[in-house]
């Protein structure tokens, strides 16, 4: 038994190593294996035929480079033949980061699953080579002062809570790593314009208006902005939260704006910021998370208004406001219990308030701006269905969500996995990859957590959007909960973390 399926995955790696049909057409640009030494081969020129794939991948955002990476690191994935299709320069040109050059004002918070993903996949190396912010405390509080919570690694028997990296850093790193692997890849460097799926099985195109055309050998054809074209087995959509592939494919989706944006920026202090801290205001939340050396980001949530206002304010007058909103303003700051006695959860047994010991303390002065200001309108976005035939959704393009809990990119990352792994999987046992009975395995694996992630994040949302007397008393006995009751503690710390699924799906 154990031979024959051993048997049915060389015969599956066989053919899929067997060489593909004619190369020509379009401008796509061949990335070199890491030991073939090649150069970059530029493919111009035009011809009937188009260039194919098994896989198309449009966007080269973090999550679309994360799943080819994770394809390159698996063995019965690594022999596919990858397109990333994405107009973004620095996927040609790389990016370059220099350590005097000043952080860029989007970065993630990444979960310890995410950091297990990126050292799985050969990754982490690279994101350690640049700045990058470890941290192991975190302080979560209210304007009104009725409650706080703190979490530290150690309260689920942890080194870390995160790492807060830069995107640009995020997306190098996993260029880097792309680029140190043997799967075969072009880029396009262009835009997806349209689709066209076959309608048969057989590797025949066929135009979107019904009739045969022998001019593209794989399932899906893929028109680009350029002129260019190519077509693959299997069309991956991770190309953000306007996805193209989305609308192209029908995908439908729920969702709604809130009347909410994020001013984002990078500020610095006098001394080094190891915390990560967050304190809900009325309009919104606002996040100070540390990014290495005395440099910390700001993630702020206000309405669109005060945001344009914000953008473009005075230097100084932009800085006082910061301060005021994480520190003095609003309200005072809540009371540190060190007794330990928990309050409202007094009656609980001492073994299990053992953590409420950390005291409330006010977080890093913010003494200069060291970035330019971005606002980002948010909205909450779900796709109604992943999966189709020879056509999957990834990361922003399956689902966006508020930015309040650093969850959105980790959510993508989870998905570039459990994407990977499945098309192993389906290799295994000779599926095709583009089986929409293979894709459904992903979808039925991702949509339940990312809908839960979801939920909770849109509750959070609208819990901390009211002002209301019996409200803010409830949501600070939530906060003292969460701060007194270890096993609570640990539990929320481990689902953040990324490490334990959430309960109703487990
Ligand atoms: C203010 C803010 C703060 C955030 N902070 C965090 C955080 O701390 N932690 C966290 O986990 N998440 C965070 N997020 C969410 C995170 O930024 C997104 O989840 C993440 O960027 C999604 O990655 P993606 O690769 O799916 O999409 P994107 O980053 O949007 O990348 C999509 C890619 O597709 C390409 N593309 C688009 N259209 C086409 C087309 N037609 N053809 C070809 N290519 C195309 C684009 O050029 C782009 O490269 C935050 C979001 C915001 C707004």
Same mark, same amino acid.
């Given at each position: 038994m154990n031979r024959l399926i051993t048997r049915k995955i060389v015969d599956n790696v066989y053919r899929l190593k067997a060489p593909q049909r004619s190369l020509s057409t379009d401008a796509g640009v061949k990335l070199p294996s890491s030991n073939s030494g090649q150069e970059h081969e530029q493919m111009q020129g035009f011809s009937n035929k188009i260039q194919e794939h098994d896989i198309a991948i449009v966007?080269?955002?973090?999550?679309?480079?994360?799943?080819?990476?994770?394809?390159?690191?698996?063995?019965?994935?690594?022999?596919?033949?990858?397109?990333?299709?994405?107009?973004?320069?620095?996927?040609?040109?790389?990016?370059?980061?220099?350590?005097?050059?000043?952080?860029?004002?989007?970065?993630?918070?990444?979960?310890?699953?995410?950091?297990?993903?990126?050292?799985?996949?050969?990754?982490?190396?690279y994101v350690e080579e640049h700045r990058h912010a470890y941290f192991d405390k975190m302080q979560v509080w209210d304007y009104t002062g009725l409650g706080y919570t703190r979490y530290n690694a150690r309260d689920a028997n942890k080194d870390v809570l995160g790492c807060v990296v830069e995107n640009k850093v995020l997306l190098s790193s996993l260029l880097s790593c792309i680029q140190s692997t043997d799967i075969q890849k072009t880029i396009y460097p262009s835009r997806l314009m349209t689709l066209h799926r076959n309608s048969s099985s057989m590797g025949v195109g066929s135009t979107s208006s019904g009739s045969l055309s022998y001019e593209w050998g794989h399932p899906v054809k893929l028109d680009l902005t350029d002129g260019g074209s190519?077509?693959?087995?299997?069309?991956?959509?991770?190309?953000?939260?306007?996805?193209?592939?989305?609308?192209?494919?029908?995908?439908?989706?729920?969702?709604?704006?809130?009347?909410?944006?994020?001013?984002?920026?990078?500020?610095?202090?006098?001394?080094?910021?190891?915390? %990560?801290?967050?304190?809900?205001?009325?309009?919104?939340?606002?996040?100070?998370?540390?990014?290495?050396?005395?440099?910390?980001?700001?993630?702020?949530?206000?309405?669109?208004?005060? %945001?344009t206002d914000r953008k473009v304010m005075p230097e100084g007058e932009f800085l006082q406001d910061v301060n005021y909103a994480i520190d003095y303003g609003f309200g005072p700051h809540p009371k540190s219990s060190t007794s330990g006695n928990g309050g409202i959860f007094s009656w609980l047994k001492p073994g299990v308030t053992l953590s409420a010991t950390e005291c409330f303390e006010v977080p890093p002065k913010v003494i200069k701006l060291a970035s330019e200001r971005m606002v980002f309108p948010l909205s909450l976005r779900h796709a109604n269905d992943y999966a189709s035939k020879h056509v999957v959704l990834i990361g922003d393009a399956a689902h966006t969500v508020?930015?309040?809990?650093?969850?959105?990119?980790?959510?993508?990352?989870?998905?570039?996995?459990?994407?990977?792994?499945?098309?192993?999987?389906?290799?295994?046992?000779?599926?095709?990859?583009?089986?929409?009975?293979?894709?459904? +395995?992903?979808?039925?694996?991702?949509?339940?957590?990312?809908?839960?992630?979801?939920?909770?994040?849109?509750?959070?949302? +609208?819990?901390?959007?009211?002002?209301?007397?019996?409200?803010?008393?409830?949501?600070?006995?939530?906060?003292?909960?969460?701060?007194?009751?270890?096993?609570? +503690?640990?539990?929320?710390?481990?689902?953040?973390?990324?490490?334990?699924?959430?309960?109703?799906?487990?």
């Open positions: 966007g080269g955002g973090m999550v679309g480079l994360a799943f080819a990476c994770s394809l390159a690191s698996m063995p019965l994935t690594k022999h596919l033949n990858v397109a990333i299709v994405d107009s973004n320069p620095a996927l040609l040109s790389g990016v370059c980061i220099k350590k005097e050059d000043p952080p860029d004002p989007r970065v993630s918070t990444v979960t310890p699953a995410t950091i297990s993903f990126f050292k799985d996949i050969g990754a982490w190396k190519l077509c693959a087995k299997l069309v991956v959509g991770a190309d953000g939260s306007k996805s193209r592939v989305r609308e192209l494919a029908g995908f439908t989706t729920t969702g709604w704006n809130y009347s909410q944006n994020a001013v984002i920026c990078t500020v610095e202090h006098s001394v080094e910021n190891q915390c %990560a801290w967050q304190r809900f205001l009325p309009a919104g939340p606002i996040a100070l998370l540390p990014i290495g050396d005395n440099f910390s980001n700001i993630v702020w949530t206000m309405n669109p208004k005060e %945001a508020h930015p309040l809990a650093g969850q959105g990119v980790n959510m993508g990352f989870g998905d570039a996995f459990a994407l990977s792994k499945v098309i192993a999987e389906g290799i295994a046992v000779g599926n095709d990859i583009g089986e929409v009975s293979l894709l459904k +395995k992903f979808e039925a694996e991702r949509k339940p957590e990312n809908i839960a992630m979801m939920a909770i994040l849109d509750g959070i949302q +609208k819990a901390y959007s009211v002002d209301f007397g019996p409200l803010n008393i409830l949501r600070a006995a939530a906060f003292h909960g969460a701060n007194y009751i270890s096993p609570l +503690k640990r539990t929320i710390i481990s689902y953040a973390s990324g490490e334990q699924r959430l309960p109703i799906f487990s």
